[in-house]
């Protein structure tokens, strides 16, 4: 491509138009790139809510089991249409509600939590309406504290 006289092209840019088949396949594969990486990241921000919800509710559960030992009360967690209650202890002693909207318990949705150190087996599996085929199972042998693993598919 040689220059002409005062810097300019001695290519003839006049004649062409539009856009050549290379140039139409390089955008399109941009964009499907774009398309997947966003569609990974929607995916991994609700992977990430229910993980940061079981792990939350696992931290309330220890906490209310440790407050049920130490005053003596009976503590049972279960859900309601909004959230969830710890029926035991006062009503501002923990927090009622997901942190994300869709969250909710499959099964089983009740825990007694104390006051006594063994308190059975129990297993809640926890679902978002975002991805309602991928559970969490929060769950104790009545002895060790309370764990998180992927659940089985219903």
Same mark, same amino acid.
């Given at each position: 491509m040689g220059l002409g006289r005062a810097g300019t092209s001695s290519l003839n840019w006049?004649?062409?138009?539009?856009? #050549?088949? /290379? +140039?139409?396949? !390089?955008?399109?594969?941009?964009?499907?790139?774009?398309?997947?990486?966003?569609?990974?990241?929607?995916?991994?921000?609700?992977? #990430?809510? /229910? +993980?940061?919800? !079981?792990?939350?509710?696992?931290a309330l559960f220890e906490s209310a089991r440790a407050q049920s030992r130490a005053s003596g009360a009976v503590v049972r967690w279960h859900t309601t249409p909004g959230g969830f209650l710890f029926d035991g202890l006062p009503a501002d002693a923990l927090p009622t509600r997901w942190l994300t909207e869709g969250t909710t318990v499959r099964g089983n949705p009740s825990v007694l939590l104390g006051p006594?150190?063994?308190?059975?087996?129990?297993?809640?599996?926890?679902?978002?309406?975002?991805?309602?085929?991928?559970?969490?199972?929060?769950?104790?042998?009545?002895?060790?504290?309370?764990?998180?693993?992927?659940?089985?598919s219903p």
């Open positions: 006049e004649g062409r138009r539009g856009f #050549t088949l /290379l +140039e139409l396949l !390089v955008v399109l594969a941009i964009m499907a790139m774009a398309t997947a990486g966003v569609t990974l990241v929607l995916q991994d921000s609700a992977d #990430t809510a /229910l +993980e940061r919800e !079981v792990q939350r509710l696992v006594e150190p063994i308190v059975g087996a129990q297993a809640i599996d926890v679902i978002n309406s975002q991805q309602p085929q991928r559970a969490m199972r929060i769950s104790t042998n009545g002895l060790s504290p309370f764990a998180v693993q992927a659940a089985a």
